[in-house]
């Protein structure tokens, strides 16, 4: 069973929001187009400025490709890691709140509970 967090806005069911906890493999391989997804616009261009600076320094600094390549693995690793928090905070900025959990299977069978059944999100 994964969990979610679930996120409304206006106290409207039909703007609610799912967000997975766990690793995103999404914002791990994909982290800029991942943000960009999910119009987080300033964490896609902050991610995408972390990525370009790191490239230069490391080129500038002749430390290799293996290197580079090993520095921008944990940059996405930790991305991944926290990419629903990312999602959570970028939600309470536009205004949604968390009004709870809820577990499922997959994602729509999480989404048929937390739309559905008002007894499952806890």
Known sequence: MRAFTVHIKDDRQDTAVLVRDGFSWAAFLFTVLWAA???????????FVLFAVTGVVM???????????LIHGIFSVI??????????WHLTRR?????????GRDRTEAEIRA???PGAVT
């Open 95 to 103: 205004g949604f709140r968390e009004t709870g959990r809820v577990q």
């Open 59 to 69: 080129a500038k600094l002749s430390l290799g490709a293996g290197l580079s390549f």
């Open 79 to 88: 991305i991944g890691l926290g990419a629903g928090e990312m999602r959570r």
């Open 115 to 117: 739309l559905g059944d």
């Open 37 to 47: 997804w999910h119009r987080m616009w300033w964490w896609a261009l902050a991610l």
